[in-house]
């Protein structure tokens, strides 16, 4: 889908080039290669090559893709690792903006967290944000794995915010990505997209 992605991203074996795409794409870029370079060595995140004014160039990190790991069954695995992350992640007092297994690499085996991807969002802010967005991502793409989320908030090892708080937060971040895509395409498919989403959502109980 046209404009269904913030970025563009590839690879040759060796090197990532993440192209930012539409509204704020300078600001993005900026936050992701600041971000990049201040956790290294502190998480799990890719070395920043080079930046350009349009694009980052990471070292390429192997691993196995999170949502590929939840397709070949290993939901339990895989959310109960991002719950321990995100932990660590918020013990820094950064939110990730666009946290959960789509933006994370495992290793096949032990299934630790190989790398975090995408900060292009990243912000201080409340962890409230990253725990409901994961949970938005399974709810949304793997609702088959709902049952498994029980793993993600037991690994984080805190407190749980309560659902109708989750639930409002979700319906936020859907809002904004609703503005997003209508300052980028106004009436486009993708402004089209988080309007049902933002229904679908709005109609989900705990």
Known sequence: MEHGYTNSTVGDGALVVKCYQGPDAGVRLRTEARFLRRLRGRLP?????SVTDTSVSMRFVPGAHGQDLLDDGRAAEVLAECGRTLARLH???IVHGDYGPQNMLFDPVTYETAAILDWEWAHPGHPLEDLAWCEWIVR???PEHVPHLRHFFDAYAAAVPAWPDRHA???ARCRDLLDFSA???PGGESEKLWRRRIDDTATWTP
């Open 45 to 49: 995140v890719p070395r920043v090559h």
């Open 169 to 171: 937060c979700m319906l």
């Open 183 to 185: 300052r980028w395409e």
């Open 140 to 142: 949304a793409h793997h």
């Open 91 to 93: 013990r820094l007092g």
